[in-house]
């Protein structure tokens, strides 16, 4: 089975503090997203990379960073947590999708991240 | 750019009920389309997709069909259990393929 998995389920933070959401997968995907899902306003994209070294900006990149140094690995670093990124945090993998075949995105748990 | 509107919910349903969620969709060129669902507790997983106009996804007793002409994929279960409680995300993929976009998503509750 694809395994995806976070760092932790739930986590609280205190405004300003650096923090740092791991995801690891286990399938040699090239792919890797982070997301964040908020009620009623589904997932959105915050980076993806395609590669080791290589990310790419998603939708709501603003206050957020990544870290790929392993394949396996994508962190996701909150510079300077504030309260309005409390939120459920996922992280997805995949095989690159090309022209008109979809690889399907394979999700972690997700964490739930409070920041007080 | 791609937007996906679904049905907002919660949706409450008794067990054997029939169960409709509304997703509508606006991309450039030929999308691909997808639900995903999300059980208490978990990531997402991929329930069913469709790739062009016309197909129809199914898995586990639901079905979608992909409808150009109405920009549609309305997700339907003939007859829904208590295990179906779960959250239903539609998305696509466009142009850029590698990327998804997300409805809202639609909590469904269904009662013994």
């Known amino acids: 089975d694809v395994k995806v998995t976070q760092s932790s389920r739930y986590l609280v933070k205190r405004t300003g503090e650096k923090v740092f959401l791991e995801c690891v997968q286990d399938?040699?995907?090239?792919?890797m997203f982070w997301y964040r899902q908020d009620p009623g306003l589904g997932l959105r994209l915050i980076y993806f990379?395609?590669?080791?070294?290589?990310?790419e900006k998603g939708d709501i990149p603003e206050g957020y960073s990544v870290s790929r140094e392993k394949k396996e690995r994508f962190s996701l670093i909150l510079e300077s947590a504030s309260t309005n990124q409390t939120s459920m945090y996922l992280c997805?993998?995949?095989?690159?999708?090309?022209?008109?075949?979809?690889?399907?995105?394979?999700f972690g748990p997700g964490t739930r991240l409070t920041v007080l | 750019g791609d937007s996906v509107t679904q049905m907002e919910g919660p949706v409450t349903l008794s067990e054997e009920a029939f169960l409709t969620i509304n997703c509508t969709y606006t991309?450039?060129?030929?999308?691909?389309l997808f639900w995903y669902v999300q059980y208490p507790g978990e990531g997402l997983q991929l329930l069913l997709k469709?790739?062009?106009?016309?197909d129809k996804g199914s898995n586990k007793g639901f079905e979608a069909t992909y409808r150009k002409e109405t920009t549609s994929f309305h997700l339907e279960k003939g007859s829904v259990q208590v295990s179906d409680s779960a959250v239903y995300f539609c998305?696509?993929?466009?142009?850029?393929?590698?990327?998804?976009?997300f409805g809202g998503g639609t909590r469904v509750l269904v009662k013994p």
């Open positions: 997805a993998s995949s095989f690159p999708s090309t022209g008109s075949t979809y690889n399907e995105q394979f």
């Open positions: 399938m040699d995907h090239e792919n």
């Open positions: 990379s395609y590669d080791v070294k290589m990310k």
């Open positions: 991309a450039t060129g030929y999308p691909s």
């Open positions: 469709a790739t062009k106009a016309d």
């Open positions: 998305a696509l993929s466009g142009a850029a393929g590698n990327k998804l976009t």
